[in-house]
């Protein structure tokens, strides 16, 4: 804009122009790709400190921004607001490239007319301040809201892009510690294994999915012991973010409040990453107020009548009794005596037949898992042989990247079932016979062992077979899970035969099916 331009709209305000003897400048980009079209910051300011220069005004300051345009926060921006309210009297005019370098949103636009300044617009050849006639204002306001529809639509357009990004199979955004993005086949962005950060990864879940550390005791010793990710010490919240992100698993991950496939490389198996998740779901549910006595019935058994937890009272400096909490109102249930466990005693004879007749039929059910596993797994390491064998042939010409990335997708996506099917085989499986054998000949011993153990060991305990406990008219009624419910009804039929003298309690008939 020529100088006598400025001078002819300056001429309306006289006692303005004495005190705006100075000027701020204010550039700014949103992302690189609008370097590239020409809106780079120093082809800004030059056009700037030109028109500066012809119209023989000093630059006060020089405020620059490189930002997305929906990045919170733009702290220059702000930092130019508190600079013109400091300096009323002296700098009272803004010098921008054009409307949408200036504007981020309706609420800048809002800002700058409170502090009544003057904002030159060089490259639209326009001047607005209070002394701008309506028609002007009003077409700079729809100018405004026009940048802020451009920036909407361009931030609809990038989540769309993303999102289908995300429903291919690879990760829309920046790599979580652990990983890195890195250029995979066809240009496109993968994921892989940060070579300094994700041993650390899998070395959390890894000794988290013990069940032995509470997660601020487990981040306290792993800062004693120098552990970093990317360079700084460990804070529990951070863990925590971790420990919940199914991305590490490589089979799946969540963006934007929705859960995709993936086919990245995994730094946590799925087992391990599924026992973390259920002791932190755990701990949350059962997060209960610090006692001065731990008792072995805290937070197990509910009051009968209101649905109120029982709590344990020390008498006498030995005797624990029970009560209602009474927090729904005044209960009449009565102090109970602790109580110990029972039902679960399993005769000797059954556990011997059990031994013997269930580990036969075991062997059989695990060798067909054994062969599926085998051959799914067979599948899945020749679509990946294909795949690379194909890649080489792109490589060589060939063929076609067209076809490379369609044949790809389809293998890739058959891979995904693949492990799908392979990890259903396995979370299914059930425990080995003979483990669950020597669990119940421990549990046949649980009452013996129950008195002589801690209050936290006799908790830890009853929480493995206690599904639900209610106290009532004194009455214990507890529901435990299974197979420790079977356990208790055959236990009780086989003892009601034996006091009825029809028979021996331990007749294995009680045992079988029907």
């Known amino acids: 804009m020529p100088a006598r331009t400025l001078t002819r709209i300056h001429s309306a ?80 005019t803004v010098l921008v490239e054009k409307t949408d370098r200036l504007y981020r949103n309706p609420k800048d636009w809002v800002t700058l007319d409170e502090l009544d300044i003057e904002i030159h617009f060089v490259k639209e050849n326009k001047i607005i301040s209070r002394d701008s006639r309506s028609s002007d204002k009003l077409a700079h306001g729809m100018t405004v809201v026009m940048a802020k529809h451009y920036i909407d639509n361009l931030s609809e357009e990038t989540l769309k892009g993303m999102t289908e990004k995300a429903r291919s199979g690879l990760y829309p955004s920046f790599a979580p510690v652990g990983y890195r993005n890195a250029d995979g086949p066809g240009g496109k962005r993968i994921l892989l294994p940060d070579a300094d950060t994700a041993p650390v990864v899998t070395h959390i879940f890894e000794r988290f999915s013990t069940g032995n550390y509470a997660l601020r005791a487990l981040v306290k010793e792993l800062n004693a012991e120098g552990v970093r990710l990317r360079g700084g010490p460990l804070h529990t919240s951070g863990i925590h973010q971790i420990l919940r992100k199914r991305i590490y698993t490589g089979v799946e991950f969540d963006w934007n409040g929705a859960t995709y496939q993936s086919h990245h490389e995994p730094l946590v198996a799925m087992e391990t990453w599924g026992r973390v998740q259920q002791i932190l779901d755990t701990r949350a549910e059962k997060k209960t107020r ?17 649905g109120c937890l029982l709590v344990g009272e020390l008498k006498k400096g030995r005797y624990v009794y029970y009560h209602c909490t009474g927090n729904c109102g005044k209960c009449l249930e009565p102090y109970t005596r602790q109580e110990t466990l029972r039902d679960l005693v399993i005769p000797q004879p059954v556990l011997d037949w059990l031994e013997d007749a269930v580990l036969k039929s075991d062997g059989t059910e695990q060798a067909a898992r054994e062969q599926v596993m085998k051959r799914l797994q067979g599948r899945h390491e020749q679509l990946q042989r294909h795949t690379e064998a194909m890649y080489l042939d792109k490589l060589d010409g060939r063929v076609t990247q067209e076809f490379f990335d369609k044949q790809a ?43 002589e153990q801690s209050a936290p060991e006799q908790r830890r305990l009853l929480q493995v077979v206690v599904e639900e406990a209610a106290w009532r008219g004194g009455t214990l009624r507890i529901k435990l899970l299974e197979p420790f419910e079977i356990l208790r009804h055959s236990n009780r039929e086989s003892y009601r035969k034996e006091n009825e003298n029809i028979g021996s309690g331990r007749d294995l008939e009680v045992w079988l099916l029907g």
């Open 13 to 92: 305000s006289d006692r303005r122009r004495a005190e705006c003897t100075r000027v701020v400048l204010y550039a700014r980009v949103s992302s690189k790709d609008q370097e590239k079209e020409g809106f780079s910051i120093p082809a800004q300011l030059r056009l700037l400190r030109g028109y500066a220069a012809n119209n023989d005004v000093d630059i006060a300051q020089e405020f620059i921004d490189v930002e997305t345009a929906k990045a919170r926060g733009r702290k220059n921006f702000t930092e130019m607001i508190l600079y013109l309210k400091k300096h009323r009297a002296n700098c009272r």
């Open 409 to 451: 997708t389809l293998w890739c996506a058959e891979q995904r079932e693949l492990l799908r099917k392979i990890q259903e085989i396995q979370n299914a499986a059930p425990t080995p016979v003979d483990q669950a054998v020597n669990m119940m000949g421990l549990m046949s011993r649980a009452s013996e062992l129950f008195l």
């Open 290 to 306: 610090r006692v001065k006595h731990d008792f072995a019935y805290t937070g197990l058994v509910r009051c009968g009548h209101c």
